[in-house]
C-alpha cells in the first residue's frame, strides 16, 4: 500500500504508524512494538478466528474513542483479523483507529486481493510494507509469455474448456486484430511463417496501453480452470499459462510490429525461393529483425460462472 494512493491513504497511514510510531495507537502502552515489518504475519483461514478479531477490534475502538456510528467512520485494525497476531491473540501489541469506511473496505479489498492472487495458505507468513509511491496502483502480480506461429495468419487464447472456435469472433478479429466472444480470443497476424510473441500480464489494475503499440483494444476472457491455451490455428498448442485463479480478467489487448514482421515476410515472398531448401526458408525468416508481439494485460474482476454440460464446446 502507499500513502499517496488516495483509495487507500487513511489505511496505509494507519499502518505506518504501527509499524514506526506505535505510541500513536491504540491500545497505548509504553514499549510497545507491531509486527508485519521485520516479524511476519501468520494467515488463518478459519473465519471464526477472523470474526473473533473482529469483534475484538470493534469493541476496543470503542472503548477508547467511544461511539462512532452514523458518521461514515469505521474501525481499522492493523495485524487484520485474517491473521493470528489480530487481537484476539492477547499480547495488545495490535493496533485500532477510526477511518473513513470507504478507505477501511478498499484496504481490506486490497488485503483479501492479494491473499488470493499470491495463493497464501493457511499458516502461511506475509509481511506488509508501506510506500510512497505516487503512482496508481498498478502492480504486476504475473507475466507469461508463449512463442506461437500464427498459420493462416491466425492466433488463439482460450480458457482450457472452451476450445471450438467462434466465427463471428474470428470475423470480428479480421476487422479490430483482437476479437472473442468471453471465452475465446482471437488474434489476427498479417503473415502466417513467423512466430509471434503473445505475452499475458496480470495486473491489480490495468496500465494504459504503451504509446508505441500498432493498436489496443478492451478485451474481457473467462476462464473457468485457470488455465489459458495459446493455439496456433494450423499447428495445435503453443503452451498454457495458468493464471492466478478461475475467473473473469478484463484489460485491453494491445500490438506491436505487426505490420514489420508482415513486411519481412512478404519480402521473403519476393525472393527466388522455387528452389530454396526448407532449412534456407527457415534461417531466413528466423532472421527477421521484427519482434511482433500481442499483450493481454488484464485483472481479476470477479468469479467465473460455472460452464454448462454443453457451453464448454463454445
Same mark, same amino acid.
Given at each position: 500500500?502507499?500513502?499517496?494512493?488516495?483509495?487507500?491513504?487513511?489505511?496505509?497511514?494507519?499502518?505506518?504508524?504501527?509499524?514506526?510510531?506505535?505510541?500513536?495507537?491504540?491500545?497505548?502502552?509504553?514499549?510497545?512494538?507491531?509486527?508485519? %515489518?521485520?516479524?511476519?504475519?501468520?494467515?488463518?483461514?478459519?473465519? %471464526?478466528?477472523?470474526? *473473533?478479531?473482529?469483534? %475484538?477490534?470493534?469493541?476496543?475502538?470503542?472503548?477508547?474513542?467511544?461511539?462512532?456510528?452514523?458518521?461514515?467512520?469505521?474501525?481499522?485494525?492493523?495485524?487484520?483479523?485474517?491473521?493470528?497476531?489480530?487481537?484476539?491473540?492477547?499480547?495488545?501489541?495490535?493496533?485500532?483507529?477510526?477511518?473513513?469506511?470507504?478507505?477501511?473496505?478498499?484496504?481490506?479489498?486490497?488485503? $483479501?486481493?492479494?491473499?488470493?492472487?499470491?495463493?497464501?495458505?493457511?499458516?502461511?507468513?506475509?509481511?506488509?510494507?508501506?510506500?510512497?509511491?505516487?503512482?496508481?496502483?498498478?502492480?504486476?502480480?504475473?507475466?507469461?509469455?508463449?512463442?506461437?506461429?500464427?498459420?493462416?495468419?491466425?492466433?488463439?487464447?482460450?480458457?482450457?474448456?472452451?476450445?471450438?472456435?467462434?466465427?463471428?469472433?474470428?470475423?470480428?478479429?479480421?476487422?479490430?486484430?483482437?476479437?472473442?466472444?468471453?471465452?475465446?480470443?482471437?488474434?489476427?497476424?498479417?503473415?502466417?511463417?513467423?512466430?509471434?510473441?503473445?505475452?499475458?500480464?496480470?495486473?491489480?489494475?490495468?496500465?494504459?496501453?504503451?504509446?508505441?503499440?500498432?493498436?489496443?483494444?478492451?478485451?474481457?476472457?473467462?476462464?473457468?480452470?485457470?488455465?489459458?491455451?495459446? $493455439?496456433?490455428?494450423?499447428?495445435?498448442?503453443?503452451?498454457?499459462?495458468?493464471?492466478?485463479?478461475?475467473?473473469?480478467?478484463?484489460?485491453?489487448?494491445?500490438?506491436?510490429?505487426?505490420?514489420?514482421?508482415?513486411?519481412?515476410?512478404?519480402?521473403?515472398?519476393?525472393?527466388?525461393? *522455387?528452389?530454396?531448401?526448407?532449412?534456407?526458408?527457415?534461417?531466413?525468416?528466423?532472421?527477421?529483425?521484427?519482434? *511482433?508481439?500481442?499483450?493481454?494485460?488484464?485483472?481479476?474482476?470477479?468469479?467465473?460462472?460455472?460452464?454448462?454440460?454443453?457451453?464448454?464446446?463454445?
Amino acid at each position: 500500500m502507499s500513502r499517496k494512493d488516495v483509495a487507500v491513504k487513511e489505511s496505509a497511514l494507519h499502518i505506518y504508524d504501527a509499524q514506526k510510531r506505535p505510541e500513536r495507537t491504540f491500545p497505548s502502552f509504553v514499549g510497545k512494538s507491531v509486527p508485519g %515489518k521485520k516479524e511476519p504475519l501468520l494467515r488463518p483461514v478459519d473465519r %471464526k478466528k477472523h470474526d *473473533e478479531n473482529r469483534d %475484538k477490534s470493534i469493541r476496543e475502538c470503542t472503548k477508547v474513542l467511544g461511539t462512532y456510528t452514523g458518521n461514515g467512520l469505521e474501525c481499522d485494525e492493523y495485524l487484520f483479523t485474517s491473521t493470528k497476531e489480530g487481537s484476539t491473540k492477547g499480547d495488545n501489541r495490535f493496533p485500532v483507529r477510526l477511518i473513513d469506511g470507504k478507505d477501511n473496505r478498499k484496504g481490506g479489498d486490497r488485503i $483479501n486481493e492479494l491473499y488470493t492472487l499470491d495463493r497464501i495458505p493457511d499458516g502461511d507468513p506475509c509481511y506488509v510494507k508501506i510506500t510512497d509511491w505516487t503512482g496508481s496502483s498498478m502492480a504486476l502480480l504475473t507475466d507469461q509469455s508463449v512463442a506461437a506461429t500464427p498459420g493462416r495468419g491466425v492466433l488463439e487464447v482460450y480458457d482450457a474448456e472452451a476450445y471450438l472456435g467462434d466465427s463471428a469472433a474470428l470475423d470480428a478479429a479480421e476487422q479490430q486484430v483482437v476479437a472473442g466472444n468471453g471465452y475465446h480470443l482471437y488474434l489476427l497476424s498479417l503473415q502466417p511463417a513467423i512466430p509471434a510473441h503473445i505475452t499475458i500480464r496480470i495486473w491489480d489494475t490495468v496500465p494504459e496501453a504503451p504509446t508505441d503499440a500498432e493498436g489496443h483494444i478492451p478485451v474481457s476472457i473467462e476462464s473457468v480452470t485457470g488455465i489459458l491455451v495459446v $493455439n496456433q490455428l494450423e499447428f495445435g498448442p503453443a503452451g498454457e499459462i495458468p493464471l492466478p485463479r478461475p475467473g473473469v480478467y478484463e484489460g485491453r489487448a494491445w500490438w506491436s510490429d505487426r505490420q514489420a514482421a508482415a513486411d519481412y515476410y512478404n519480402s521473403y515472398l519476393e525472393q527466388d525461393i *522455387e528452389d530454396w531448401t526448407s532449412e534456407q526458408t527457415r534461417d531466413y525468416l528466423t532472421q527477421c529483425p521484427a519482434k *511482433e508481439r500481442y499483450v493481454l494485460d488484464l485483472a481479476y474482476t470477479g468469479d467465473p460462472e460455472p460452464l454448462g454440460e454443453h457451453e464448454a464446446d463454445h
